[in-house]
């Protein structure tokens, strides 16, 4: 059973910064692009993050503007987010997923991505 669980979201002030973790069990990691999405209620999901399955590439939703850093450790089967200057509109649910030899630029657009995890609550206050 393929588990992706999602760790380090909190209540922080604008400018703080803050590292997400996503750890996938169930899988072989070194095979999935993973990717970081956000969600606000009555918002559709946008796309934050992706790195591929080597970690050669990467890509970054527009709104990031250098703000934000995906890795990921493939000894671990964990995918980071490091995001720092953030602001208030970071406020959201961030989920990971992963795919299978996904495409950076189909996980981009929300494709390619087979398994999600339930998410964590991040909270920017002014």
């Known amino acids: 059973q393929v588990q992706l669980v999602e760790s380090g979201g909190g209540l922080v002030q604008a400018g703080d910064s803050l590292r997400l973790s996503c750890v996938a069990s169930g899988l072989t990691f070194s095979r999935y692009t993973m990717g970081w999405f956000r969600q606000v209620p009555g918002k559709e999901r946008e796309f934050v993050a992706g790195i591929r399955w080597s970690g050669a590439s990467t890509n970054y939703g527009n709104f990031v503007k250098g703000r934000f850093t995906i890795s990921r450790d493939n000894a671990k089967n964990t995918v980071y987010l490091q995001m720092s200057s953030l602001k208030p509109e970071d406020t959201a649910t961030y989920y990971c997923?992963?795919?299978?030899?996904?495409?950076?630029?189909?996980?981009?657009?929300?494709?390619?991505?087979?398994?999600w995890g339930k998410g964590t609550l991040v909270t920017v206050s002014s």
């Open positions: 997923a992963a795919g299978q030899y996904a495409r950076l630029s189909m996980v981009s657009v929300g494709n390619g991505m087979d398994y």
